[in-house]
């Protein structure tokens, strides 16, 4: 016994040779499972920082990624644990191990944990494309990204989607993504604000205005910042033009 759960190891098509960890029950649609990775100083040289972007990248909306502090196993990391299960995973060390764990709490096989991989590795892509100005590439690599039907992440991809398409005055599409992350992460404050810029382009300024206040209500920490600022002052310059 360890904490009052048996550990047992868990068998092919799952396979987390050598390490052992206590059985995960899948996601049902109406749970809300948290990993928690250790990113204190013994784990984050071995990597847990790598692993802490990867699980945040790959997880659907249901279960919430954050760092942790030291969980007592140094030496055996990165290590992380699930909640509410409290189930301890050693060594999880790759991508692939992280992906692993992924598919096991998410109730999925190893193909669709590739997949999600796959599809966070175009994300990568698009958001160097993005940062370069390469707007057409950005698009293509994040719409295949949505093509492989990963089994997390994806309100991230249409979210990212939705800024290229604004970007190339594709206001209506735009719209679309930022709805569809919205309607995906409903609690993802950044699928509003993109929300908010599509409409404010297509000069629906109340509706812009109503998406901007969710987002502040989803994290009101985003009032200090200065872009977030700025889209409020422009919104309430065309307010003041339009009612005029």
């Known amino acids: 016994m360890n904490g009052g759960a048996w550990l047992i190891h868990i068998p092919n098509p799952h396979p987390f040779p050598p390490l052992r960890i206590k059985s995960i029950s899948a996601v049902s649609s109406n749970d809300t499972k948290e990993i928690r990775i250790c990113t204190n100083r013994t784990c984050r040289r071995q990597g847990s920082s790598e692993i802490l972007?990867?699980?945040t990248g790959i997880a659907p909306p249901t279960i919430s990624v954050n760092s942790c502090g030291c969980l007592g196993r140094?030496?055996?990391g990165?290590?992380?644990?699930v909640l509410p299960s409290e189930t301890f995973v050693n060594h999880c060390a790759t991508a692939a191990r992280a992906a692993e764990v992924m598919s096991?709490?998410?109730?999925v096989d190893s193909v669709?944990?590739?997949k999600s991989l796959e599809a966070l590795s175009l994300r990568k892509k698009a958001e160097v494309e993005i940062e370069n100005g390469g707007f057409d590439t950005a698009e293509m690599l994040l719409s295949q990204a949505i093509d492989l039907n990963p089994i997390g992440g994806v309100h991230y991809i249409y979210k990212a989607r939705s800024v290229v398409r604004l970007a190339m005055n594709k206001t209506t599409a735009a719209l679309e993504d930022a709805v569809e992350a919205s309607t995906l992460a409903p609690a993802y404050p950044e699928a509003y604000v993109c929300k908010g810029d599509a409409l404010m382009a297509m000069e629906q300024y109340e509706a812009a205005g109503e998406?901007?206040?969710i987002a502040l209500d989803l994290?009101?920490?985003?009032?200090?910042s200065?872009?977030?600022k700025a889209r409020i002052a422009k919104l309430q310059e065309k307010l003041a033009t339009t009612n005029c």
């Not at 990165?78 to 644990?81: F, G, M, R, T």
């Not at 096991?104 to 109730?107: H, M, Q």
């Not at 994290?219 to 200090?224: A, F, L």
């Open 211 to 213: 998406s901007y206040s």
């Open 78 to 81: 990165p290590n992380l644990v």
């Open 74 to 76: 140094c030496g055996a």
């Open 53 to 55: 972007q990867v699980l």
């Open 226 to 228: 200065k872009s977030f």
């Open 104 to 107: 096991i709490v998410c109730g």
């Open 112 to 114: 669709s944990c590739k």
């Open 219 to 224: 994290d009101p920490s985003v009032r200090r």
